[in-house]
């Protein structure tokens, strides 16, 4: 059989564009009405996406810039635990990944999340682990300023092997259930986890039965060398942002090369590029309809959204149409700031090309044409190892999703590039991914 992509749906509750809001027929009131986000979720199952995926922060992003940010729809969304354990209640198949950070969270409390998700949903959960790139969240925490990039790595890898260790409290077949006896569950199987370590404490045991996968699937995003070598230790999918073909080949030969050196099968490493398609039946209506979008975008809205995507960097003393100045070290996004440097100075944009650029897919690859168009470089980057499957970003909702279900998956299919039906059940299953062994008892 021919390699298949992986489709995951990135939802934004208005979309990914920062203008999609304005579009016609865009649902401007999805981040107050939760039937738009049901919508969406049966809309991608139908289409017999993956999985969908809920990006989080516990902190308004440009909210130091109320005036540009009143322009947007960025201020309200849905906290990710409770937004998918709704959805698992209206889906069946479709994978339900939400984003929780290690750095303003507790182990044993996200452990409980997930794998309460996990149990909902019957085997569909994904937890997208961060370490806040947002440093206005340590604002909301009785903190005066953000943990240094090392040492919220650091955390992150400790938070995680506590996470692992309570989901693998109870053994599979813990609970006998023997009523007639009067036995709930065998003592030998059950595993008090009694953690001390550097930053944490934790006995346990969880007061859930392991999760239906074993372990929720784990997703990374961090693309610095530190960020990428937890997560070809540790993760299950990265979930990238890749502008071209030649830089996404070497960061996903470079992944996979640092599964195989954590002593992983890489094959069970995917990686998920983003990916904004603005499609339609000819090149001409796309790139209108894409224009019409950028059209939309006020100078101090596209200013304000460069200036988060690099770190909250004040540009706004400089000349538009000048060129991108040498910045500042930050601690908050490294790998996407680097990015958007490296592609202003490579292509020599100014700031105001480069808002322009970031203010529909925030550095992520953005594909405008036809459904023929899209699926040509979605099959190369997957044949020519560059992708095991990309997360969408439709620009708009609903309608950036329903043009990309209604042309492109229609066209995937018809190359064999993507299912027509699920053949499995849970997540692990969607993505050929395999159940981990519980510790104990390996």
Same mark, same amino acid.
């Given at each position: 059989?021919?390699?298949?992509?992986?489709?995951?749906?990135?939802?934004?509750?208005?979309?990914?564009?920062?203008?999609?809001?304005?579009?016609?027929?865009?649902?401007?009131?999805?981040?107050?009405?939760?039937?738009?986000?049901?919508?969406?979720?049966?809309?991608?199952?139908?289409?017999?996406?993956?999985?969908?995926?809920?990006?989080?922060?516990?902190?308004?992003?440009?909210?130091?810039?109320?005036?540009?940010?009143?322009?947007?729809?960025?201020?309200?969304?849905?906290?990710?635990?409770?937004?998918?354990?709704?959805?698992?209640?209206?889906?069946?198949?479709?994978?339900?990944?939400?984003?929780?950070?290690?750095?303003?969270?507790?182990?044993?409390?996200?452990?409980?999340?997930?794998?309460?998700?996990?149990?909902?949903?019957?085997?569909?959960?994904?937890?997208?682990?961060?370490?806040?790139?947002?440093?206005?969240?340590?604002?909301?925490?009785?903190?005066?300023?953000?943990?240094?990039?090392?040492?919220?790595?650091?955390?992150?890898?400790?938070?995680?092997?506590?996470?692992?260790?309570?989901?693998?409290?109870?053994?599979?077949?813990?609970?006998?259930?023997?009523?007639?006896?009067?036995?709930?569950?065998?003592?030998?199987?059950?595993?008090?986890?009694?953690?001390?370590?550097?930053?944490?404490?934790?006995?346990?045991?969880?007061?859930?039965?392991?999760?239906?996968?074993?372990?929720?699937?784990? /997703?990374?995003?961090?693309?610095?060398?530190?960020?990428?070598?937890?997560?070809?230790?540790?993760?299950?999918?990265?979930?990238?942002?890749?502008?071209?073909?030649?830089?996404?080949?070497?960061?996903?030969?470079?992944?996979?090369?640092?599964?195989?050196?954590?002593?992983?099968?890489?094959?069970?490493?995917?990686?998920?590029?983003?990916?904004?398609?603005?499609?339609?039946?000819?090149?001409?209506?796309?790139?209108?309809?894409?224009?019409?979008?950028?059209?939309?975008?006020?100078?101090?809205?596209?200013?304000?959204?460069?200036?988060?995507?690099?770190?909250?960097?004040?540009?706004?003393?400089?000349?538009?149409?000048?060129?991108?100045?040498?910045?500042?070290?930050?601690?908050?996004?490294?790998?996407?700031?680097?990015?958007?440097?490296?592609?202003?100075?490579?292509?020599?944009?100014?700031?105001?090309?480069?808002?322009?650029?970031?203010?529909?897919?925030?550095?992520?690859?953005?594909?405008?044409?036809?459904?023929?168009?899209?699926?040509?470089?979605?099959?190369?980057?997957?044949?020519?190892?560059?992708?095991?499957?990309?997360?969408?970003?439709?620009?708009?909702?609903?309608?950036?999703?329903?043009?990309?279900?209604?042309?492109?998956?229609?066209?995937?299919?018809?190359?064999?590039?993507?299912?027509?039906?699920?053949?499995?059940?849970?997540?692990?299953?969607?993505?050929?991914?395999?159940?981990?062994?519980?510790?104990? /008892?390996?």
């Amino acid at each position: 059989m021919r390699r298949q992509l992986r489709l995951g749906l990135f939802i934004q509750e208005t979309g990914h564009h920062i203008a999609g809001w304005r579009a016609p027929q865009a649902a401007a009131n999805a981040g107050r009405d939760f039937r738009h986000q049901v919508e969406l979720a049966k809309l991608a199952e139908a289409a017999r996406f993956d999985l969908l995926f809920i990006q989080d922060s516990y902190a308004m992003r440009g909210a130091n810039d109320i005036e540009a940010l009143k322009h947007t729809a960025r201020s309200v969304h849905w906290d990710p635990i409770t937004a998918l354990s709704a959805l698992a209640m209206v889906t069946e198949r479709i994978g339900l990944i939400g984003t929780a950070t290690t750095t303003y969270n507790e182990p044993y409390t996200l452990a409980r999340h997930f794998a309460s998700l996990d149990h909902i949903s019957e085997g569909r959960a994904g937890w997208n682990l961060v370490t806040s790139n947002n440093e206005a969240e340590a604002l909301n925490f009785s903190r005066d300023q953000h943990a240094v990039h090392g040492d919220r790595y650091a955390r992150a890898a400790e938070f995680l092997a506590v996470v692992k260790g309570l989901w693998d409290t109870w053994e599979d077949d813990a609970f006998v259930d023997d009523k007639q006896a009067g036995q709930f569950f065998d003592p030998a199987r059950l595993h008090v986890l009694n953690h001390k370590g550097e930053h944490f404490s934790v006995k346990g045991p969880m007061t859930l039965a392991r999760p239906p996968q074993g372990h929720p699937v784990l /997703v990374q995003a961090g693309s610095s060398d530190t960020g990428k070598r937890l997560g070809a230790a540790t993760a299950d999918v990265i979930f990238t942002a890749q502008q071209n073909l030649e830089a996404a080949q070497h960061f996903y030969a470079d992944m996979k090369a640092l599964a195989v050196e954590a002593g992983r099968d890489p094959g069970q490493l995917l990686i998920m590029p983003g990916l904004l398609p603005v499609v339609a039946a000819t090149q001409a209506e796309a790139e209108e309809k894409f224009q019409a979008l950028q059209d939309q975008v006020l100078p101090e809205v596209g200013l304000a959204t460069l200036a988060t995507t690099l770190g909250e960097v004040d540009l706004s003393g400089y000349d538009l149409d000048g060129p991108v100045p040498d910045l500042p070290e930050a601690n908050g996004p490294k790998s996407r700031r680097q990015l958007l440097i490296d592609m202003a100075r490579r292509d020599n944009l100014t700031i105001r090309q480069l808002y322009q650029r970031v203010v529909g897919a925030r550095g992520h690859l953005t594909i405008v044409g036809t459904p023929e168009q899209v699926a040509d470089v979605m099959e190369q980057w997957l044949l020519e190892g560059a992708a095991d499957g990309f997360n969408i970003m439709p620009a708009h909702l609903p309608v950036g999703l329903s043009d990309f279900t209604e042309l492109v998956v229609p066209e995937l299919q018809r190359r064999g590039l993507f299912r027509t039906e699920y053949e499995g059940s849970t997540l692990r299953e969607h993505l050929g991914l395999a159940r981990p062994i519980n510790q104990h /008892v390996r």
